[in-house]
């Protein structure tokens, strides 16, 4: 029987990773993501149809991020209770993150639900509950880099450094079917050379198959150190406007990033210390998280914790772990920077936020990650110069700064570098998790540099290896 191949998500859009391998003897999910930002193609946060699950034998995740490990639970609600492989910082990154979509869905069907009943519509249940979740937390099994372990039959498997968040991997298979063997490296999510924090990116030299993301496979984005000088030059000036500065952050990852750059603003006196506050809970697990990592982090960073623990340098950093605590931020007077979810503006705690400060001239919005085409964020990094939230119509007078250079995927240059050693064995390759303005033009690049024709796969689509 030959290996196959199928696309359950992240198939020209960067949201709901998931890819099936099958061969005669075993069948494996790789990521298994939830659709976010996508308005009306939400619905698709469902079991697939053609996903069996007393066929699967295992589950292997690259890192842990909403996107690559939010239908998990559907898993376990169709009774899914085999392994679930992952590096051992992802398993407490994962639960940490279903556990919050779980708590966020319910809230959502509870309000949705408020209103069907007054209307007599049928009432709505939420994808999953947080009893799914802790089954699946059962499930998960702790790998390390660069070692190689059977994960079923005829199918062994092999994490590397990513360089995207804490615990993030490619995966490369070696799959043995009639006597030859393929491998098959899926890249994950590519963090960009040279990021504060995280280790680089380390990749593979040689495969059979690729599929890889190109969630900025057109552009390259600006230079780290000009990007660190724009975000102090922003910090200063609103600081000197004594104006609120809000970012929507992913609670995983960019937050610790720019945690990080202001301990080191503090640190050299670039402005006097203010108020910082973590106005997401699940921010503040996630940050506990990392420091509880510390061994994984780069040189750099080791080398300035080494010198005096950052904590001594964020001693203004202050979490609002209840709904009470994030409202009264409202009352704060500036300056003082709030970071709270979600990194999208799809919910969360960052709408009433944005609400309160969008109409403010002397606020900035500051965005530094990907905003999916649909989302809120999006439309406000696009220019909209009016905002319909909550029902209210918000003209948008405070500065909004993009950031592009903070973000977690690597860009054109970094994912041609990744793909460079393997290219020379002419793999076939996949690009996915990317918008069609990011991974058309890397299909171009890719053809003009390696000689390789990507292949473009659509949702659901199903090939031959």
Same mark, same amino acid.
């Given at each position: ?206 495969? /059979?198959?690729?599929?890889? @993301? +190109? =969630?900025?496979?057109?552009? #390259?984005? &600006?230079? %780290? ?87 001594? /340098?964020?001693?203004?950093? @202050? +979490? =609002?772990?209840?709904?009470? #605590?994030? &409202?009264? %931020? ?136």
């Amino acid at each position: 029987m030959p290996i196959h191949l199928s696309f359950l998500g992240a198939a020209g859009c960067v949201t709901g990773s998931a890819y099936l391998i099958q061969t005669s003897r075993a069948q494996i999910l790789i990521d298994f993501g939830l659709f976010q930002g996508m308005g009306d193609k939400e619905d698709l946060n469902q079991m697939p149809p053609s996903l069996d699950v007393s066929k699967l034998n295992a589950v292997l995740l690259t890192h842990a991020h909403l996107d690559h490990t939010g239908r998990l639970p559907l898993l376990s609600r169709h009774g899914y209770t085999g392994p679930i492989y992952c590096t051992t910082s992802t398993i407490a990154l994962c639960g940490l993150i279903l556990r919050d979509s779980a708590h966020l869905q319910m809230m959502d069907v509870e309000r949705a639900n408020r209103k069907r009943e007054r209307s007599g519509a049928p009432l709505l249940e939420p994808i999953y509950t947080a009893e799914h979740v802790a089954q699946v937390f059962d499930l998960l099994q702790g790998v390390e880099y660069d070692i190689t372990r059977e994960v079923a039959p005829g199918i062994r498997a092999r994490w590397v450094e990513a360089g995207h968040m804490l615990g993030s991997a490619s995966i490369q298979l070696c799959i043995e079917e009639d006597g030859d063997t393929k491998a098959v490296v899926f890249s994950g999510d590519i963090g960009a050379k040279g990021a504060p924090i995280l280790k680089d990116a380390v990749g593979f030299k040689s495969a /059979d198959v690729v599929v890889m @993301e +190109s =969630t900025y496979g057109d552009r #390259d984005h &600006k230079p %780290l150190q000009e990007t660190v000088e724009e975000f102090e030059e922003i910090i200063r000036d609103t600081v000197a406007r004594r104006g609120k500065i809000l970012v929507p952050v992913f609670a995983v990852g960019r937050t610790q990033l720019l945690l990080y750059l202001l301990a080191q603003l503090f640190r050299r006196k670039v402005v006097p210390k203010f108020p910082i506050y973590l106005d997401s809970p699940m921010a503040t697990e996630a940050t506990k998280i990392y420091w509880e990592h510390l061994k994984l982090f780069d040189e750099d960073f080791q080398a300035l914790h080494l010198e005096r623990p950052l904590a001594e /340098d964020l001693s203004m950093l @202050e +979490s =609002t772990p209840t709904a009470e #605590d994030s &409202k009264a %931020l409202n009352d704060k007077p500036g300056p003082c920077l709030i970071m709270a979810g979600s990194g999208m503006c799809t919910g969360g705690r960052i709408l009433h936020h944005l609400r309160h400060n969008l109409g403010k001239p002397e606020a900035s919005i500051l965005i530094v990650g990907f905003q999916s085409e649909g989302s809120l964020g999006r439309r406000i990094v696009d220019g909209d110069k009016e905002i319909v939230m909550f029902g209210e119509r918000i003209q948008v007078k405070a500065r909004i700064h993009t950031l592009g250079g903070f973000s977690a995927h690597a860009g054109k240059t970094d994912l041609l570098g990744w793909l460079s050693p393997i290219a020379k064995d002419k793999p076939r390759l996949f690009l996915t998790h990317g918008e069609s303005r990011g991974r058309e033009p890397l299909a171009q690049y890719v053809r003009k540099q390696f000689g390789l024709n990507a292949e473009l796969p659509v949702l659901g689509q199903r090939v031959q290896l």
